[in-house]
T-cell receptor
Framework: GAVVSQHPSRVICKSGTSVKIECRSL??????MFWYRQFPKQSLMLMAT?????????EQGVEKDKFLINHASLTLSTLTVTSAHPEDSSFYIC???????????FGPGTRLTVL | GDSVTQMEGPVTLSEEAFLTINCTYT??????LFWYVQYPGEGLQLLLK?????DKGSNKGFEATYRKETTSFHLEKGSVQVSDSAVYFC?????????????FGKGTTLSVSS
């Protein structure tokens, strides 16, 4: 299967700072990337859908000004958590797909801790 | 809207026991169905999938059959191992709609002891 990486795997930051998380498709061109958020012992909740070259589509209740998503190329999408607060602490997971696949490929996730 | 319902966990079994994790879904179209596994501290891995009714997905001894009449996709394994301890997520997606996100169930934690 195709490989998706995320960087960093873990990040700890102070409240009020911004954090950028990268999601890369390593061996295929991802026309669509998804960003999910997972709270401890809970399921994955879709935050936004990102198509290359266009603005991300955010799910209801997700603040687009707080969670900035950029999908500038077919192999890279970034999620920037702006002015992070402790309640933003979570496990963020991206996935990627393209028209040649009938499944999504998940990154290993990024654990964000905001102090 | 579409949704997935999984049995509540945790599920605790002894090694070599039989495993069933129930999953039912509601969908307006004809979704594809998936089981994902998440080992401690890791991301999600696709375990198996089925794209149409009566299809059986299988991998690593796990099986699930797409039952349209009961809208179910129960996960089974005949003999679990300690290494199967993980969180299992049932999910659906309308693959006919390009770029459609997965809808996940809440996950079921499986703990297998020796």
């Amino acid at each position: 299967g195709a490989v998706v990486s995320q960087h960093p795997s873990r990040v700890i930051c102070k409240s009020g700072t911004s954090v950028k998380i990268e999601c890369r498709s390593l061996d295929f061109q991802a026309t669509t990337m998804f960003w999910y958020r997972q709270f401890p012992k809970q399921s994955l909740m879709l935050m936004a859908t990102s198509n290359e070259g266009s603005k991300a589509t955010y799910e209801q209740g997700v603040e687009k000004d707080k969670f900035l998503i950029n999908h500038a190329s077919l192999t890279l999408s970034t999620l920037t958590v702006t002015s992070a607060h402790p309640e933003d602490s979570s496990f963020y997971i991206c996935s990627a797909t393209s028209g040649r696949y009938n499944e999504q490929f998940f990154g290993p996730g990024t654990r964000l801790t905001v102090l | 809207g579409d949704s997935v319902t999984q049995m509540e966990g945790p599920v605790t079994l002894s090694e070599e026991a039989f495993l069933t994790i129930n999953c039912t879904y509601t969908a307006t179209g004809y979704p594809s169905l998936f089981w994902y596994v998440q080992y401690p501290g890791e991301g999600l891995q696709l375990l198996l999938k089925a794209t149409k009714a009566d299809d059986k997905g299988s991998n690593k001894g796990f099986e699930a059959t797409y039952r349209k009449e009961t809208t179910s996709f129960h996960l089974e394994k005949g003999s679990v191992q300690v290494s199967d301890s993980a969180v299992y997520f049932c999910a659906l997606s309308d693959l006919a709609q390009a770029g459609t996100a997965l809808i996940f169930g809440k996950g079921t934690t499986l703990s297998v002891s020796s």
